[in-house]
């Protein structure tokens, strides 16, 4: 089968895509910039096709032989603009563009909507579900909850409040109940809908065994990772003070915080539906969701990340238009060495940030993600995906990596933190084994030439203590 893939570089498209692959599906993955997409993939049934679902005429790459589409796409994390809109745009364009091909059927994965007073967020996804309804094609509705996985945004704010805080004061929204549902099943789920004609129209609530509130979430996962935590409920947390507690605690954008907030207030617990049954699906409780998620991340084969997905916005018409460094009206920090073990050096530089930090003044660092994170930016609290590998794309801690190539000995990273300016940071290793270490920045105005100014003492030993013991 001939399947249309979109929201391929986000976290679900990304754990569906080898399960597709696997079962000897052709698929098309729809990317709003190449680049940003690696295809690691050794398969002839995996093509790429460069769309934008807000561009009508954009969808024209996309192949008329398709016979199943999966609408993927969600935009609640954007910093930028009115989300509602813009998921209304997409999807309409979606289904216009769709219904003129071979299509008879699209999977929509949803959020659970049960309840008469729903979130800005839930609403739009109700929208969207409407709209795609509409249409000359079969659409087969999957609703989710909190989807716990490694590398999911649900389960990275759950770590990141359990793991941080031994005591904690939360709003009363954590007395709000859900069913929260293994990404494992998630997968199955979406894999398992494909051409049965008895989920055609229909739509189903999906769910793990578990329904729990959100202070049972967090307590069973301090137990299982054997911490333990007390957890005081206030009544007196507003909506916008509960957001700012999730944007300075965990990895989240405040844009993000905001919308799960008021999401979370809503409760989201499954309707009974057969689906499980029919497609042979074995739930997995919310502990051993959480166990198979670590064994992952222990075992670092995190396929995908949230994280990844979250930017500032700066990249909105793609990552290409910053490959090409500038050299004209910028300051640069140029410094070389020649390397004892170019092979050591480089696997040092494929596990900067994260955990491995900076290789030197990590606490100034800190401070400058803290100050970045202040001033709204993204901070340093994004880390990465995999403490080895890295992809063109990702996320690494406050930048966006444009070039990951350890043929050619590089590594180019833009900088994504709030700057009166342009940033990139750059690694290149030479035949003769030289390792050339480049900070540019493209200042804005005079306020950009006084930033770059006022760091370049901190730049000198700690960009030349980086290159030293790179």
């Known amino acids: 089968m001939k399947i249309l893939l979109t929201g391929v570089t986000g976290y679900i498209a990304q754990r569906l895509l080898p399960v597709l692959l696997?079962?000897?599906?052709?698929?098309?993955?729809?990317?709003?910039?190449?680049?940003?997409?690696?295809?690691?993939?050794d398969s002839p049934n995996i093509s790429i096709v460069e769309t934008d679902f807000l561009d009508k005429d954009s969808l024209q790459n996309i192949p008329n032989d398709i016979d199943l589409a999966y609408y993927l796409i969600h935009s609640m994390a954007t910093e930028e603009g009115d989300f509602t809109s813009m998921e209304q745009t997409c999807a309409v364009n979606f289904k216009d563009r769709i219904e003129q091909t071979n299509a008879k059927q699209v999977v929509y994965l949803s959020g659970i909507v049960n309840e008469n007073a729903l979130s800005k967020h839930l609403s739009s996804r109700k929208n969207v579900e409407h709209i795609l309804s509409q249409s000359t094609f079969a659409l087969t509705t999957l609703r989710a909850g909190i989807i716990v996985g490694?590398?999911?945004?649900?389960?990275?704010?759950?770590?990141?409040?359990?793991?941080?805080?031994?005591?904690?004061?939360?709003?009363?929204?954590?007395?709000?109940?859900?069913?929260?549902?293994?990404?494992?099943?998630?997968?199955?789920?979406?894999?398992?809908?494909?051409?049965?004609?008895?989920?055609?129209?229909?739509?189903?609530?999906?769910?793990?065994?578990?329904?729990?509130?959100?202070?049972?979430?967090?307590?069973?996962?301090?137990?299982?990772r054997?911490?333990?935590?007390?957890?005081?409920?206030?009544?007196v947390?507003?909506?916008?003070?509960?957001?700012?507690?999730?944007?300075?605690?965990?990895?989240?954008?405040?844009?993000?915080?905001?919308?799960l907030v008021n999401s979370m207030k809503v409760?989201?617990?499954?309707?009974?539906?057969?689906?499980?049954?029919?497609?042979?699906?074995?739930?997995?409780?919310?502990?051993?969701?959480?166990?198979l998620a670590f064994d992952k991340i222990e075992q670092n084969q995190v396929l995908s990340s949230w994280k990844d997905a979250q930017t500032s916005g700066i990249f909105r018409?793609?990552?290409?238009?910053?490959?090409?460094?500038?050299?004209?009206?910028?300051?640069?920090?140029?410094?070389?060495?020649?390397?004892?073990?170019?092979?050591?050096?480089?696997?040092?530089?494929?596990?900067?940030?994260?955990?491995?930090?900076?290789y030197y003044g990590n606490w100034l660092w800190e401070i400058r993600g803290i100050i970045d994170q202040m001033a709204g930016g993204v901070g340093m609290r994004r880390g990465r995906r995999s403490a080895t590998e890295i992809r063109a794309g990702e996320a690494l801690d406050?930048?966006?990596?444009?070039?990951?190539?350890?043929?050619?000995?590089?590594?180019?990273?833009?900088?994504?933190?709030?700057?009166?300016?342009?940033?990139?940071?750059?690694?290149?290793?030479?035949?003769?084994?030289?390792?050339?270490?480049?900070?540019?920045?493209?200042?804005?105005?005079?306020?950009?030439r006084i930033y770059w100014y006022a760091v370049l003492p901190f730049h000198g030993f700690i960009f030349r203590g980086l290159i030293n013991n790179l």
């Open 22 to 41: 696997q079962q000897g599906h052709q698929v098309v993955c729809c990317v709003r910039d190449k680049s940003r997409f690696n295809n690691k993939y």
């Open 150 to 224: 490694s590398g999911s945004a649900s389960f990275e704010i759950i770590r990141d409040l359990v793991e941080k805080l031994p005591v904690m004061i939360a709003p009363r929204w954590l007395k709000t109940k859900c069913q929260p549902i293994a990404i494992r099943n998630v997968v199955e789920f979406l894999s398992g809908v494909v051409g049965k004609t008895e989920t055609y129209n229909k739509t189903y609530d999906i769910g793990g065994p578990d329904i729990l509130n959100y202070k049972e979430m967090l307590l069973r996962f301090a137990k299982v």
């Open 226 to 235: 054997g911490l333990k935590r007390r957890i005081g409920i206030v009544p």
């Open 237 to 259: 947390m507003t909506p916008k003070i509960s957001s700012y507690w999730l944007y300075f605690v965990t990895a989240t954008s405040f844009a993000l915080a905001k919308n």
């Open 267 to 291: 409760e989201v617990i499954c309707k009974p539906n057969n689906l499980a049954s029919m497609l042979g699906i074995e739930l997995i409780d919310y502990d051993t969701s959480i166990k």
């Open 317 to 358: 018409n793609g990552l290409l238009q910053y490959i090409e460094v500038p050299v004209n009206g910028c300051f640069k920090d140029v410094r070389k060495r020649k390397m004892i073990d170019p092979k050591n050096t480089l696997d040092k530089i494929w596990a900067l940030g994260g955990r491995t930090g900076w």
């Open 398 to 448: 406050f930048w966006r990596v444009l070039i990951a190539s350890k043929q050619e000995k590089r590594l180019l990273l833009y900088a994504e933190m709030k700057l009166p300016g342009e940033a990139w940071l750059e690694f290149k290793m030479d035949d003769d084994n030289v390792l050339t270490q480049t900070a540019t920045f493209r200042p804005l105005g005079l306020w950009g």
